[in-house]
């Protein structure tokens, strides 16, 4: 769309607006920049696709706000950056698993933090939303790691869609990358940096000679690592995300268990500084071909030699060549990128279970 005025003609051949109906599990990082990025573009979203993206419900820990006709989207995240989301009209002592199978909803996201071994809280509220026949979105990384052929096929039995973009690479379309672009490649390797945090301290350390516990300590500062950065630094939080490709992309029925893992917390400056002398950096590496997270030797002229917080993932396939991908893979408004990437390819497919 232009902006301008349409004709009566275009008028009258206007679809008529949809309206997809979401539920949000869990507003805190990444539960705030999607609703701050729909206040933004809802208009685009309308004009562009003919969709109204409405908010039903929006789930924290204690209780929702419910509101059937809509919550008001900027006066739940001014609350809630007053720590006073309770004082909202709409608020309810009704918990998610409550909300997700009684509020009428297209598309649940579930944007909870979770426990890898477990999968929960989401795997629970992923397997209430397809149960009610409500597609899902999600940026959670644990019910994949843990159950994700048994979500595929439970979303396929209910005839509802899954969409996972945002669990690995954050802003980086990977997934919906090789699903709708890439139909007649096979894929041969998938590996890459995949974790902003490990890569932010290499960075440091390879750059200004910082130790692994100051670049850390930066991270935190700055808010790019998570007050427990262990899964960060020991490798898990990129074998997780390697099982996600592995399975997604790959089909290869693995778990976390498969991965032999290996994270940075003996990288030293000392092997940073020969590496250097020989022209290469050390970059943590996950590798779905090996099924491998280890600190690799990374040529400085190398695509994966990317600096800070960025992620690359590099896509080795017979008919393609190999793809590389480099962009953030974290942060609300980038992450954001792809859960409406989910949510539009879910409505424009007509998978919202209604
Ligand atoms: N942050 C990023 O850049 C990023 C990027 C990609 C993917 N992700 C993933 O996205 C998910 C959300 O991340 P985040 O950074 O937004 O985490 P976060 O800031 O910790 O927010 C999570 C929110 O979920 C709430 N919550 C926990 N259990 C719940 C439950 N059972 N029902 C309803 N709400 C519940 C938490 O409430 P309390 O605070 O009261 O516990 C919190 O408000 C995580 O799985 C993360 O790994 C994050």
Redesign the pocket.
């Given at each position: 769309m232009r902006g301008e005025k349409l004709s009566p003609a275009e008028v009258a051949v206007k679809p008529k607006m949809k309206t997809v109906k979401l539920i949000v599990?869990?507003?805190?990082?990444?539960?705030r920049g999607v609703l701050e990025v729909l206040s933004e573009k809802r208009r685009l979203v309308r004009e562009r696709y003919g969709f109204d993206l409405q908010v039903s419900a929006v789930?924290?820990?204690?209780g929702s706000l419910i509101n059937h006709q809509g919550v008001n989207v900027d006066s739940a995240l001014r609350l809630a950056a007053a720590k006073k989301l309770r004082d909202h009209p709409d608020w309810k002592q009704k918990?998610?698993l409550e909300v997700i199978r009684e509020v009428d909803a297209d598309i649940v996201l579930e944007?909870?933090?979770?426990n890898i071994r477990t999968g929960e809280?989401?795997l629970g509220?992923i397997r209430a939303a397809f149960e009610s026949g409500k597609s899902v979105v999600t940026?959670?990384?644990?019910p994949l790691a843990k159950s994700f052929y048994e979500l595929k096929a439970l979303a396929e039995k209910k005839r509802v869609l899954f969409g996972y973009e945002?669990?690995v690479g954050?802003a980086i379309p990977i997934i919906n990358l090789y699903r709708d672009n890439l139909g007649i490649n096979v894929v041969r390797s998938i590996y890459g940096i995949l974790n902003g945090t490990s890569n932010f301290i290499l960075t440091k350390m390879f750059e200004e000679d910082l130790s692994l516990a100051t670049a850390l300590k930066e991270a935190q500062e700055l808010g790019i690592a998570e007050t427990d950065p262990a899964y960060d630094i020991d490798g898990t939080d990129t074998a997780v995300k390697l099982v996600i490709l592995a399975n997604s992309i790959m089909d290869r029925h693995v778990s976390l268990e498969d991965v032999s893992v290996t994270g940075i917390e003996d990288i030293t400056l000392e092997s940073l500084e020969l590496a250097k002398k020989h022209g290469f950096a050390i970059k943590l590496v996950g590798d779905v071909g090996s099924m491998e997270v280890s600190p690799r030797l990374v040529h400085l002229s190398h695509p994966l030699n990317v600096s800070g917080t960025l992620n690359a993932i590099m896509l080795d396939t017979d008919v393609a060549g190999t793809l590389t991908l480099v962009g953030h893979g974290?942060?609300?408004i980038e992450?954001a990128s792809s859960i409406f990437s989910d949510i539009l390819n879910i409505a424009k497919a007509g998978g919202c279970g209604k």
């Open positions: 599990v869990g507003f805190g990082t990444i539960g789930c924290e820990i204690d918990k998610s944007l909870t933090p979770g809280p989401g509220h940026s959670n990384k644990s945002a669990t954050g974290a942060g609300k992450t």
